[in-house]
């Protein structure tokens, strides 16, 4: 009984990583759009759980600055 469930949930995980995956390139129309919006889903996911730098450009104020002291 394990060894049937073990080779079943083995498939499965195969089956759902191709169809995440590659599932919009060759499925038909329904399936295509699950696959891709699956996909885009957990993509969003795994990128909010990045940080976001938030690295803004320096203002004219402190580029004059650094240009000041090089020039000392």
Do not use: C, H, W
Request: charged residues 20%.
């Amino acid at each position: 009984m394990f060894r049937v469930l073990k080779s079943l949930l083995g498939v499965t995980l195969i089956g759902g990583v191709i169809f995440i995956g590659v599932g919009d390139k060759f499925l038909p129309k329904p399936l295509n759009t699950y696959s891709l919006n699956t996909r885009n889903a957990i993509n969003q996911k795994l990128m909010s759980l990045t940080p976001n730098p938030n690295i803004k450009k320096p203002s004219a104020d402190r580029e004059k600055q650094v240009e000041d002291l090089m020039g000392k």
